[in-house]
C-alpha cells in the first residue's frame, strides 16, 4: 500500500472509532448536544445510527426547540393531541394556527423555532372600515380568517397594526408584510405610491411601495381606471386616465409585491430587531392620504410578522 494510501485508510479508520466512542455515550448526553443544535440538525442527527435517532426525536430535544411562552390555540386547533414533543414542533410549524379569538394566527419557523404571527383584517385599524360606502368585509374561502377588508372606493388610504414585542421571540430580527389579494375591479393603487412604515422601541423605518404589481395588466394591457376615478372634473379625469393606462414600472426605492404559493400577494412593509428584554409594542402601517385621488379593489388578509429569512 502507497504511504499516502496507508495515511488515508489510518484516518478514516481513526474517524469511525471516534463515531463509535460518540455512539457509546448515554442517551441523555447525545440528548443535551442535539438540543444545543437546531431542529434541521436534530432532523439530520436520526440518520446518523439507531443511538442518535433515539436521542434525537426525545421529548428533552424537542422541548429546547418548543418556545416556553406558546400562545394558547383556539379549541380543536391541535386535534388530535401530538403524541410527542417533535410531532407537536412539526404540527405548529405547519401553521398558521389561530388563537382563541380566531383574530390571530401563530406558528413557528421550522429552521429555528421562532414565533411568527398574522393580524387578520379584523384585527387591523382601517380608517373607514366601517363604512360601507368606503370598505366592506367579505367571506375568505381560501384563509384561515373567516373574512377580509375590501377596498370599495377612497381617496385617503391608511391601515395600522400593532404586536406586543413580548409575544415574538427574542433577539431575533422580523420583517411585516401586507398579505392581500387585487379584486377584478381595481383603480388608482399604483400612483402615488404608498408609504409602509415599522417601528418599535424608539426606532422607525419607512419606506415607499406600491401594492400594484408591474404586471397587474388587462389582457389589452391597460389598467382598470373607470370614468369616476376622479370625481373634480372631465379634464382631471382624462390626465388621470393618460397617466394610469399603465402600471408604474418597477422603481429604484420601491417595494412591490410579491406572488405567495398560496394564491395571495405579499408586501414587504419593513423589518426590526426585537431584543432580549423589550417591553413595547411593534407597530405597522399603510399610508396614502396625499395624493386625493380614489383608489379601489384592496382586499386585506392581514398583516403577517415572520422572522427574516437571509
Not at 166 to 174: D, E, F, P, R
Not at 199 to 215: A, F, H, I, N, P
Amino acid at each position: 500500500m502507497k504511504p499516502d494510501s496507508r495515511k488515508g485508510a489510518e484516518a478514516s479508520m481513526e474517524e469511525q472509532k471516534e463515531a463509535c466512542e460518540i455512539v457509546r455515550l448515554p442517551e441523555e448526553l447525545l440528548s443535551a448536544a442535539i438540543s444545543r443544535t437546531a431542529p434541521r440538525d436534530a432532523c439530520r442527527a436520526t440518520a446518523v445510527s439507531p443511538a442518535f435517532r433515539a436521542a434525537a426525536d426525545s421529548d428533552a430535544v424537542w422541548s429546547s426547540f418548543l418556545p416556553r411562552d406558546l400562545p394558547p390555540l383556539a379549541d380543536g386547533e391541535l386535534s388530535p393531541a401530538p403524541p410527542s414533543k417533535k410531532e407537536l414542533f412539526l404540527r405548529i410549524s405547519d401553521g398558521p394556527l389561530l388563537l382563541p379569538d380566531r383574530l390571530m394566527s401563530m406558528w413557528l419557523d421550522r429552521e429555528t423555532g421562532a414565533k411568527c404571527f398574522m393580524i387578520s383584517a379584523r384585527s387591523l385599524v382601517i380608517i373607514w372600515g366601517d363604512t360601507p360606502q368606503y370598505w366592506r368585509w367579505i367571506p375568505l374561502t381560501d384563509s384561515r380568517f373567516a373574512e377580509g377588508a375590501e377596498l370599495m372606493d377612497v381617496c385617503w388610504l391608511e391601515i395600522h397594526g400593532k404586536i406586543h414585542s413580548k409575544m415574538l421571540s427574542a433577539n431575533s430580527t422580523y420583517a411585516a408584510y401586507m398579505v392581500f389579494k387585487i379584486a377584478d375591479e381595481f383603480y388608482g393603487l399604483n400612483s402615488p405610491f404608498q408609504e409602509a412604515t415599522v417601528s418599535l422601541g424608539g426606532k422607525e423605518s419607512t419606506k415607499m411601495v406600491c401594492v400594484q404589481r408591474y404586471d397587474s395588466e388587462d389582457e389589452d394591457g391597460t389598467d382598470r381606471v373607470p370614468e369616476n376615478y376622479w370625481s373634480f372634473g372631465p379634464l382631471l379625469r382624462r390626465r388621470t386616465r393618460r397617466r394610469n393606462r399603465r402600471p408604474v414600472p418597477p422603481e429604484e426605492g420601491v417595494m412591490h409585491p410579491q406572488k405567495r404559493a398560496d394564491g395571495w400577494m405579499e408586501l414587504e412593509m419593513g423589518e426590526f430587531f426585537n431584543e432580549d428584554g423589550e417591553d413595547g409594542v411593534a407597530c405597522f402601517s399603510l399610508m396614502e392620504t396625499r395624493g386625493g385621488n380614489w383608489k379601489k379593489g384592496l382586499i386585506v388578509q392581514g398583516i403577517e410578522i415572520r422572522l427574516k429569512s437571509g
